[in-house]
């Protein structure tokens, strides 16, 4: 079946450390997406990528790093420069930038700050 | 700049009600309108679209209707079930990247 994976679902780190967060989609879709969800709050994009190489700050990119060598991969690091980085962290892709089609989401990291 | 006001949950009903729930946009030019919805611990799902004026989405029973004259996208569902139980949100997309802004979501409960 096609889709977004997103590993680990759980995710715990000392304040300080970096820690990267994965996102797969075997969807062969051009665009995909980094959102932060915090409790009670919609869905807030930190950086998305268009083609392979090329990717854009968000609203809340900074802290956050991107890259994306693979069509299927973009990768999301949260440095120990985010203030605030405990959240509910959504990948999500689609079949191309434009406004008319829908993203499609991966199940999400939960990432914990100790 | 583009910004989707949902109405304020939590909402809850019994079961076989009617749903609506209230969605509002602004945006410049003529964006998509989409509802998503989540799960406890998921991702989104599409629930249903519009690209265009006066388009009706639908699907499970949910419609929506984008109208441009009153800039909103109202959910709506003629009798909701348990298994509706989840978050909604509204949102919208009208940028050649297909970027999306997101409604703060309203969380519907239904009870048996």
């Known amino acids: 079946d096609g889709g977004i994976t997103q590993s680990p679902k759980y995710l715990f780190r000392k304040e300080g450390q970096n820690v990267t967060l994965s996102c797969e989609q075997n969807l062969n879709h051009d665009a995909m997406y980094w959102y932060r969800q915090d409790p009670g709050q919609g869905l807030r994009l930190i950086y998305y990528?268009?083609?392979?190489?090329?990717?854009q700050k968000g609203d809340i990119a900074e802290g956050y790093s991107v890259s994306r060598e693979k069509k299927e991969s973009f990768p999301l690091t949260v440095t120990s420069a985010q203030k605030n980085p405990t959240a509910f962290y959504l990948c999500?892709?689609?079949?191309?930038?434009?406004?008319?089609?829908?993203?499609?989401f991966g199940p999400g990291t939960r990432l914990t700050v100790l | 700049g583009n910004s989707v006001t949902q109405m304020e949950g939590p909402v809850t009903l019994s079961e076989e009600a009617f749903l609506t729930i209230n969605c509002t946009y602004t945006?410049?030019?003529?964006?998509?309108l989409f509802w998503y919805v989540q799960y406890p611990g998921e991702g989104l799902q599409l629930l249903l679209k519009?690209?265009?004026?006066?388009d009706k989405g639908s699907n499970k029973g949910f419609e929506a209707t984008y109208r441009k004259e009153t800039t909103s996208f109202h959910l709506e569902k003629g009798s909701v079930q348990v298994s509706d139980s989840a978050v909604y949100f509204c949102?919208?997309?009208?940028?050649?990247?297909?970027?999306?802004?997101f409604g703060d979501g309203t969380t519907l409960t239904v009870k048996p």
């Open positions: 945006a410049t030019g003529y964006p998509s």
């Open positions: 999500a892709s689609s079949i191309e930038g434009t406004s008319y089609n829908e993203q499609f």
């Open positions: 949102a919208l997309t009208n940028t050649n990247a297909g970027k999306s802004t």
């Open positions: 990528s268009q083609i392979v190489n090329d990717f």
């Open positions: 519009a690209t265009k004026a006066d």
